[in-house]
């Protein structure tokens, strides 16, 4: 039996992500994994773990990644009802965003009209933020940053 994930990412093509950010030209990027709640804690893991494959980074930047996916959606499952659960990392030129929700039919790139950007936060837990939308939706939210050692995306692709 397959792993109970369905992940919008694809594999085996060139890197999408590296520890340094986005490659460029791509500014922001988006990236989601649905998993039943049913399968519980073992799909919500999958589910992290499959969105963390479009990063091509040392496993000392991605552990920290899929530890955050992990946390989120572990948080998210003792908080939410739902049938249907995602995990999504979303990139842009700021850092990595690793969220876990019930929200399954918006995108984060759906504006600010949609996902936690402009949710009021309910609470802190083991450094995630938990937001709780007015449709009573749950988003659980990690950002970290990018490593910087000076050197730009465009820099570090390969040529």
Request: aromatic share 4%; proline share 7%; charged share 20%.
């Amino acid at each position: 039996m397959g792993t109970p994930v369905h992940a919008s990412s694809s594999s085996g093509g060139p890197a999408l992500l590296t520890e340094h950010g986005p490659m460029e030209p791509v500014r922001e990027m988006e990236f989601t994994a649905h998993f039943a709640r049913a399968d519980g804690e073992f799909a919500a893991q999958a589910a992290a773990a499959a969105v963390t494959r479009v990063i091509d980074a040392p496993l000392s930047f991605v552990s920290p990644v899929l530890d955050a996916g992990c946390s989120a959606s572990r948080c998210l499952l003792a908080r939410s009802a739902a049938d249907t659960c995602r995990i999504v990392l979303t990139a842009d030129l700021s850092g990595i965003t690793v969220a876990a929700t019930d929200d399954v039919a918006v995108s984060l790139d759906a504006g600010d009209r949609a996902g936690a950007k402009n949710l009021p936060l309910l609470a802190v837990v083991d450094g995630l933020n938990v937001h709780h939308g007015p449709d009573g939706h749950m988003w659980v939210v990690w950002k970290g940053p990018w490593r910087r050692d000076g050197r730009t995306p465009a820099e570090l692709a390969p040529s």
